[in-house]
């Protein structure tokens, strides 16, 4: 029976030290002189020319294995529109966000439009594998919110 090669054969630096820095880059967002700093503090002398390549050639599994330990969406699902200011120019971005507060999904639009945000509902359901069982838009709450205010006042 032939023993598969490790993912990290071949490399100068054990898979500890490699995993470290790939899991720092991608879960801190620091650069990559941080995480060259770090090591180096830690006694390991690497550039950040090679935690660079780390990261490409193995960041796409850590991605992987993260998206598979996120836990799963609640069944209510809130989606919000919003216009913000990026280079000085008005875009709208769209949210999509479970009631635990998790964003599944995010789409930046230079004009509104209705069907491409439907399109992109859609897709998020799909990408996501489940199913919402309720889609309260943020218009959809404050009106049911004025609704029972109004009601108590009478």
């Not at 796409?60 to 913000?84: I, N, Y």
């Not at 599944?104 to 992109?120: N, T």
Request: proline share 3%; net charge positive; glycine share 6%.
């Amino acid at each position: 029976m032939k023993k598969t090669k490790s993912l990290y054969h071949g490399h100068r630096f054990p898979a500890i030290v490699i995993s470290c820095a790939v899991r720092w880059y991608f879960r801190f967002s620091l650069s990559l002189r941080d995480i060259e700093e770090l090591l180096l503090e830690r006694g390991v002398v690497v550039t950040y020319e090679t935690i660079r390549r780390w990261c490409d050639k193995f960041g796409a599994g850590f991605a992987q294995c993260a998206k598979a330990v996120r836990r799963k969406p609640g069944s209510t699902w809130h989606l919000d529109e919003m216009f913000v200011t990026l280079r000085g120019e008005p875009y709208l971005l769209w949210r999509a966000v479970d009631e635990h507060g998790a964003e599944l999904d995010v789409l930046v639009q230079k004009r509104r439009d209705k069907a491409a945000a439907k399109r992109f509902f859609r897709g998020c359901c799909v990408q996501i594998r489940c199913r919402a069982k309720s889609l309260p838009t943020s218009c959809a709450v404050i009106r049911r919110r004025r609704l029972i205010f109004l009601s108590s006042l009478r």
